[in-house]
């Protein structure tokens, strides 16, 4: 058997749902087995002193039964396995299933997608440039404002970009004169430009999403108005199974998928406002 467990909420109750998968005769059968109601802190320890209290009341050979366990990429969770939650099922037809919940499942994208960008150097720079503003104590004294910490929490991103666009003049200014090879380079503005927007409309989503309130049946909207918001963003068009260059990367265009984009026409808005505000 193989167990899968997520926390969520229920009219402002928080509650942990264990599921049960088995493979019975060729047929993988998921069976939500229980709802258990959570006081605690979410933290690993909690989750885990929990689930070991109530299988041991369930079914006290449960440990022998157990192939294996783990968590997805969430860094205060135990298990951290590639950013995956892999359980492993004596199936033929499903050796392996692959589970996460909807936030974990977009943050583990989004940070996927951001380190890829420029071969991993715009993040990097991104952070290391935080660094170095933070450190400056004569330019936070005239700009009244500390330069936000750039941390693994995507909202956390989006107050740095946000930052980094707002004083862009300003921490140019003084990047040139005091650490000339901090100064950030004509590309690395234009995909910040363009990754912001996309950034904070991704908080906002898990800003509803957390919400106590919200019912699981509803999270799938949110979710859909959030691909149509960076859709429209990003020029994003729709790849006909018929059209030639489906799985082909042609000269200004990127596809992935069922989508493809032209990077010309993803990033000129971003880029005229970059022009506008330097």
Known sequence: MSLAGDGSTHHSQSFFDLRVRICFRGWLLNLHLVAIPMFDRHTAGNIFN???KFLDALYGKWRAKLIGMSSDGENMMTGRH???VTRMIACAENPVLRIWCALHQIDLVVKSVVEELAGGEWIMFAWSFSIFLRAQANLITSMAIKCPKKTNRWTHLGRLLQFFK?????IVAYAETHRPEQTPTSAWWVITFAVSP???????TFVILQNRLLLIAQQEQHIHTLIGSLVVMFCVEIVQENDDDANTCQSGRCVSWSMRSSS?????????SLATTT
């Open 166 to 170: 707002d004083h862009c003049c300003m």
């Open 50 to 52: 929990m689930l070991v």
């Open 82 to 84: 590639t950013g995956l």
């Open 264 to 272: 010309t026409s993803a990033t000129r808005g971003h880029s005229r």
């Open 198 to 204: 996309a950034i904070n409309a991704i908080n906002v």
